[in-house]
């Protein structure tokens, strides 16, 4: 090889190495999006949803309550479904942020937990005295088809404190195949009347609580689980609980059980049917 050559064959080659050892890295539209995360206030750190391309669709996010509607249970979780309406284009990531408002200083609720419906990279970070969620995810692989409804996943709300609270979508960046944004528009805020219930049975710390959302306590004696304790506390002191909260104690046709053993055994039954069979809890 020519003397002088041989330089530039040298860095031509050294170019080339550099080339094939150095990672790939695309920002086009067709890229899989990664999973956004929430930071303390608010913004998205990396890795975030690359979305490039307006797909020139329209969805409709919603939140939407499990339950009896309108109602909940102080100290009992509320779920929520997060809800993508008119997905044309399917979805594969997306960005929700949710909003808490109390209606008065006796009552406050918060964002206390979330699960995916589909694997994902992603979570729910919240601010504002957990009162605001983001909640983030990219789904890979395992993509929705276009639908006319699509429930993302759920997050659960937890009030302490009799009075009312609304939950709502506030803003919500959705993309669909190709990383395509969809422009976004929110459903109604659901409003939520939270009932007072009866304080901690003596010897537990935490009251009965609702653990589907029916308005029933199932969860006897507060510590997130239903079993047999539960049936047996309920039994041991049916009578020193208030009349006026019988009604969230009446798992069997009369809400009059609750003083009697017929009350207890009903409360069996339906843990049995409705909790165990349906696998809502172990």
């Known amino acids: 090889m ?5 330089p530039i064959a040298v860095i031509l080659f050294a170019g080339f190495l550099l080339a094939v050892s150095a990672p790939v890295v695309s ?20 890795p975030h949803v690359d979305i490039e391309t307006d797909s020139g669709e329209n969805v ?45 200083t006796d009552t406050h609720a918060e964002f206390t937990d979330h699960e995916f419906n589909r694997s994902s990279l992603g979570g729910m970070n919240t601010t504002n005295n957990s009162t605001r ?20 996943g759920e997050v659960v709300v937890t009030p302490t404190g009799a009075g009312e609270f609304t939950a ?14 969809y422009a976004t528009s ?10 007072d219930g009866p304080d901690p049975l003596e010897g537990f710390e935490n009251r009965p609580q609702d653990l589907t959302g029916d308005l029933l306590l199932e969860d006897v004696t507060g510590d997130g689980s239903v079993g047999g304790i539960d049936a047996l506390s309920l039994y041991l002191q049916r009578s020193d609980i208030d009349d006026e909260y019988a009604e969230f104690f009446a798992f069997g046709e009369d809400p009059d059980e609750i003083e009697t053993i017929g009350g207890v055994n009903a409360l069996n039954l339906f843990l049995q049917r409705d909790l165990r069979d349906a696998g809502e809890i172990p």
């Open 133 to 152: 969620a983001y909640f983030t995810s990219a789904l890979l692989d395992d993509t929705y088809e276009p639908a006319d409804e699509i429930t993302l």
């Open 168 to 181: 709502e979508p506030i803003e919500a960046t959705v993309a669909g195949e190709n990383s395509s944004s």
């Open 27 to 46: 920002h086009s539209g067709s890229d899989v999006p990664s999973a956004g995360v929430a930071s303390t206030d608010g913004t998205v750190l990396s």
């Open 2 to 6: 020519n003397a002088k050559l041989l």
């Open 186 to 195: 929110f459903g109604d805020a659901e409003t939520v009347d939270v009932l």
């Open 60 to 104: 409709t996010v919603v939140l939407e309550k499990r339950g009896a509607p309108g109602q909940g249970m102080n100290g009992s979780p509320i779920a929520f479904d997060v809800v993508v309406e008119g997905a044309a284009i399917g979805v594969n990531a997306f960005n929700v942020t949710l909003d808490i408002t109390d209606s008065s």
